[in-house]
């Protein structure tokens, strides 16, 4: 009897063990994910406040009165769907041409045998070191020569070079876990090189495709200062151009702008979660039990 | 047709010779030299040796996956050795399968067919279909790699180099990620299915018991050298030298130190009388040798034996069937392989002898055999052989 007592307490206590584990883990990861998702709440609670409300002292956490006014004003106010879709093409555009290239040179670099890889690998690193700002002039000025100003084009060529070092990286590094056998099968099925590449490599490293696009769409989504400079005209504005300009000389609509950043972020955490899908998938799973 | 000559076929890995894949790792480390073998059609030829040996890289460069250095490849009298993968009409099975794993097994098995022939999809599906009849996985064409099991994989990895009736399989050590039940089932398997298709094969494995069973004929490597090619009962009776002898034959074969006298062989724990006719054929052989005897050629010696060798057992292990004894002789340990039936201790000492007919020697400088089991200047009994313990 005693024995059996002593089992039902000791199972009693693992089981309040593991129960508290895992309360705690929760209440870590929420904390976690109340931290990092802080000043998208902050934005989204102050876009639903009247103006007024929005800069009173103290501060309110929950608004008194609840309006969307501030994305009729948003949408209103500016050319917002433009903005957009703006963004989206250059992002797109961005993340289509670095996905490519950066298969193309991953691939070589992983696979194929030549001469100074490492440094070559290493360089490609080195430029994507250099300081964001000294590249702007330069660029500014070649791309007025080439008619690239208000041109999708003007931010999408810079953006893909500026990320293709990570793409590149991301994917070598991918193509390198992958076993040479599966290619050297494609290789005895009678593919080329680059059909090996294309009809066999890339349908199984969605991961890292999913992942490098992910990267490099963010980057070109967020990025201000490119978009700035080369976008002048309002029809070839980007989303966060366009949320800067709400601001005037004397005013700062906080709620306006508030409402526009919300807005913004949605396309992207959509995108997010479509690709995170893909990444979880884990395509390359049954390479065979080597 | 499948005739395969390799004419002395050299690799050197990161010596300017480029290769199709991988990184360059190495100065020029000599993966295979000089090495030449010929094949007839439909043999089962296995290469075997230890890692590292260039049994891989011989196969590889065979396939076309790797440039050679120097040397010939050819096919039925044409000369491959330059030409691509897919123009060699060969098909590969690989250790790790290699299956492509977004593509189901309808997909996997038919993908070389479709690619290098001009058949309809209908016409590569009814051959797919045909093929997994014969290995036995219908069921399995419209899965995924990923939800099959190993021994499934390799089936459908056979079926893959089955549809497209090449000239030449080559299979890269293709059971060694299986379960030891399994692989004795796909190995009479395999045999079975390449007896039936009669295509020339080469078989690469570093399992001797594989070669044995399996080949044709084995070609035995060490050091990117071909040391010796052969039927598996001509390795294991006649190898060419001690690498091959301790090489081939499970458990391997004890080799023990001796000095040749003209009349005896003299170690330190024994001498051994050796006969007029084994002295004959001795009569050129180098003063240094090593006796070669297989653990199941040691026998226990009756009471009053003349040929006896005394040994204390150091370890038993039961097998069943046969029992190997650790016997300690001159300070070093030997296996003997005896009928399971009979009942020793551990630590009792043991009257063992080696039958003259059965015994190898080999020159101790370089290993090259002078004596063989089934050399005919060696007698057929062991009668006139004497062994007398120190």
Same mark, same amino acid.
């Given at each position: 009897?005693?024995?059996?007592?002593?089992?039902?307490?000791?199972?009693?206590?693992?089981?309040?063990?593991?129960?508290?584990?895992?309360?705690?883990?929760?209440?870590?990861?929420?904390?976690?994910?109340?931290?990092?998702?802080?000043?998208?709440?902050?934005?989204?609670?102050?876009?639903?406040?009247?103006?007024?409300?929005?800069?009173?002292?103290?501060?309110?956490?929950?608004?008194?009165?609840?309006?969307?006014?501030?994305?009729?004003?948003?949408?209103?106010?500016?050319?917002?769907?433009?903005?957009?879709?703006?963004?989206?093409?250059?992002?797109?555009?961005?993340?289509?041409?670095?996905?490519?290239?950066?298969?193309?040179?991953?691939?070589?670099?992983?696979?194929?045998?030549?001469?100074?890889?490492?440094?070559?690998?290493?360089?490609?690193?080195?430029?994507?070191?250099?300081?964001?700002?000294?590249?702007?002039?330069?660029?500014?000025?070649?791309?007025?020569?080439?008619?690239?100003?208000?041109?999708?084009?003007?931010?999408?060529?810079?953006?893909?070079?500026?990320?293709?070092?990570?793409?590149?990286?991301?994917?070598?590094?991918?193509?390198?876990?992958?076993?040479?056998?599966?290619?050297?099968?494609?290789?005895?099925?009678?593919?080329?090189?680059?059909?090996?590449?294309?009809?066999?490599?890339?349908?199984?490293?969605?991961?890292?495709?999913?992942?490098?696009?992910?990267?490099?769409?963010?980057?070109?989504?967020?990025?201000?200062?490119?978009?700035?400079?080369?976008?002048?005209?309002?029809? =070839?504005?980007?989303?966060?151009?366009?949320?800067?300009?709400?601001?005037?000389?004397?005013?700062?609509?906080?709620?306006?702008?508030?409402?526009?950043? $919300?807005?913004? $972020?949605?396309?992207?955490?959509?995108?997010?979660?479509?690709?995170?899908?893909?990444?979880?998938?884990?395509?390359?799973?049954?390479?065979?039990?080597? | 047709?499948?005739?395969?000559?390799?004419?002395?076929?050299?690799?050197?890995?990161?010596?300017?010779?480029?290769?199709?894949?991988?990184?360059?790792?190495?100065?020029?480390?000599?993966?295979?030299?000089?090495?030449?073998?010929? =094949?007839?059609?439909?043999?089962?030829?296995?290469?075997?040796?230890?890692?590292?040996?260039?049994?891989?890289?011989?196969?590889?460069?065979?396939?076309?996956?790797?440039?050679?250095?120097?040397?010939?490849?050819?096919?039925?009298?044409?000369?491959?050795?330059?030409?691509?993968?897919?123009?060699?009409?060969?098909?590969?099975?690989?250790?790790?399968?290699?299956?492509?794993?977004? =593509?189901?097994?309808?997909?996997?098995?038919?993908?070389?067919?479709?690619?290098?022939?001009?058949?309809?999809?209908?016409?590569?599906?009814?051959?797919?279909?045909?093929?997994?009849?014969?290995?036995?996985?219908?069921?399995?064409?419209?899965?995924?790699?990923?939800?099959?099991?190993?021994?499934?994989?390799?089936?459908?990895?056979?079926?893959?180099?089955?549809?497209?009736?090449?000239?030449?399989?080559? =299979?890269?050590?293709?059971?060694?990620?299986?379960?030891?039940?399994?692989?004795?089932?796909?190995?009479?398997?395999?045999?079975?299915?390449?007896?039936?298709?009669?295509?020339?094969?080469?078989?690469?494995?570093?399992?001797?018991?594989?070669?044995?069973?399996?080949?044709?004929?084995?070609?035995?490597?060490?050091?990117?050298?071909?040391?010796?090619?052969?039927?598996?009962?001509?390795?294991?009776?006649?190898?060419?030298?001690?690498?091959?002898?301790?090489?081939?034959?499970?458990?391997?074969?004890?080799?023990?130190? $001796?000095?040749?006298?003209?009349?005896?062989?003299?170690?330190?724990?024994?001498?051994?009388?050796?006969?007029?006719?084994?002295?004959?054929?001795?009569?050129?052989?180098?003063?240094?040798?090593?006796?070669?005897?297989?653990?199941?050629?040691?026998?226990?010696?009756?009471?009053?034996?003349?040929?006896?060798?005394?040994?204390?057992?150091? $370890?038993?292990?039961?097998?069943?069937?046969?029992?190997?004894?650790?016997?300690?002789?001159?300070?070093?340990?030997?296996?003997?392989?005896?009928?399971?039936?009979?009942?020793?201790?551990?630590?009792?000492?043991?009257?063992?002898?080696?039958?003259?007919?059965?015994?190898?020697?080999?020159?101790?400088?370089?290993?090259?055999?002078?004596?063989?089991?089934?050399?005919?200047?060696?007698?057929?009994?062991?009668?006139?052989?004497?062994?007398?313990?120190?």
């Amino acid at each position: 009897m005693s024995t059996e007592r002593r089992t039902h307490y000791g199972l009693g206590d693992i089981e309040i063990g593991e129960t508290g584990k895992k309360i705690g883990f929760y209440i870590a990861i929420s904390l976690l994910v109340l931290i990092s998702f802080f000043p998208i709440i902050w934005m989204f609670i102050t876009s639903l406040k009247p103006p007024t409300e929005a800069v009173r002292f103290p501060v309110t956490y929950i608004p008194e009165t609840i309006t969307l006014q501030n994305y009729r004003t948003a949408l209103e106010q500016r050319p917002f769907g433009r903005y957009l879709f703006n963004s989206f093409v250059v992002a797109s555009g961005t993340a289509i041409i670095d996905v490519f290239l950066g298969a193309l040179a991953g691939y070589a670099l992983s696979r194929l045998r030549f001469r100074f890889k490492l440094p070559v690998l290493l360089i490609i690193l080195f430029s994507a070191m250099l300081p964001f700002i000294s590249r702007l002039i330069p660029l500014f000025r070649l791309a007025r020569e080439l008619m690239l100003l208000n041109d999708y084009l003007g931010l999408i060529l810079p953006y893909a070079a500026f990320q293709l070092p990570f793409a590149v990286w991301i994917m070598q590094a991918y193509f390198k876990e992958l076993p040479d056998s599966i290619e050297e099968a494609g290789l005895m099925d009678g593919l080329t090189r680059l059909g090996v590449l294309f009809r066999i490599i890339l349908p199984i490293s969605a991961p890292a495709m999913a992942t490098a696009a992910i990267i490099v769409f963010i980057y070109a989504w967020n990025e201000f200062l490119f978009a700035l400079t080369f976008m002048t005209e309002e029809q =070839m504005k980007t989303i966060t151009v366009g949320i800067a300009l709400y601001g005037g000389q004397y005013s700062f609509p906080w709620g306006t702008i508030s409402a526009a950043v $919300v807005m913004s $972020v949605i396309p992207l955490l959509l995108f997010m979660l479509i690709f995170q899908r893909k990444v979880v998938e884990g395509l390359t799973a049954g390479f065979g039990k080597a | 047709m499948g005739e395969l000559e390799l004419r002395n076929l050299t690799k050197v890995f990161g010596g300017g010779g480029g290769d199709e894949s991988g990184d360059d790792d190495g100065d020029g480390i000599v993966a295979v030299s000089d090495l030449s073998i010929e =094949m007839a059609d439909g043999e089962f030829l296995v290469l075997v040796g230890p890692s590292g040996c260039g049994k891989s890289t011989t196969l590889r460069c065979i396939a076309g996956l790797e440039h050679t250095t120097d040397g010939r490849i050819s096919l039925d009298g044409r000369d491959i050795t330059d030409l691509k993968p897919k123009e060699r009409d060969m098909a590969m099975v690989f250790q790790n399968y290699a299956l492509y794993p977004h =593509m189901t097994v309808r997909k996997n098995i038919g993908y070389g067919l479709s690619i290098t022939t001009d058949l309809s999809s209908s016409e590569v599906d009814d051959r797919v279909e045909e093929i997994a009849e014969l290995l036995e996985i219908p069921e399995l064409l419209d899965k995924k790699p990923k939800e099959l099991s190993g021994g499934q994989q390799q089936r459908v990895a056979l079926g893959r180099a089955i549809v497209r009736e090449p000239e030449v399989f080559l =299979m890269d050590e293709p059971l060694s990620n299986l379960d030891a039940k399994l692989r004795t089932q796909m190995r009479t398997e395999i045999q079975q299915l390449q007896a039936d298709l009669g295509t020339s094969t080469v078989y690469v494995t570093h399992d001797q018991t594989e070669a044995m069973t399996m080949g044709d004929r084995i070609a035995i490597l060490d050091g990117g050298e071909l040391q010796q090619v052969g039927t598996p009962l001509e390795c294991y009776h006649e190898p060419a030298n001690a690498f091959v002898a301790g090489f081939i034959g499970s458990p391997s074969m004890n080799f023990l130190p $001796v000095e040749f006298t003209g009349d005896e062989l003299r170690h330190k724990a024994f001498s051994y009388d050796l006969s007029a006719d084994l002295q004959e054929h001795l009569r050129n052989a180098p003063r240094e040798l090593t006796l070669g005897i297989r653990p199941e050629h040691i026998e226990i010696a009756e009471d009053g034996a003349r040929n006896v060798v005394h040994a204390p057992i150091e $370890v038993i292990e039961p097998m069943g069937e046969l029992s190997y004894l650790h016997l300690t002789i001159g300070g070093t340990t030997y296996t003997a392989s005896i009928d399971g039936d009979r009942h020793h201790q551990v630590g009792e000492a043991v009257d063992v002898l080696f039958p003259e007919a059965k015994i190898h020697l080999f020159a101790r400088d370089g290993g090259e055999a002078v004596k063989n089991s089934r050399d005919a200047a060696a007698p057929a009994t062991d009668e006139s052989a004497t062994v007398a313990t120190d």
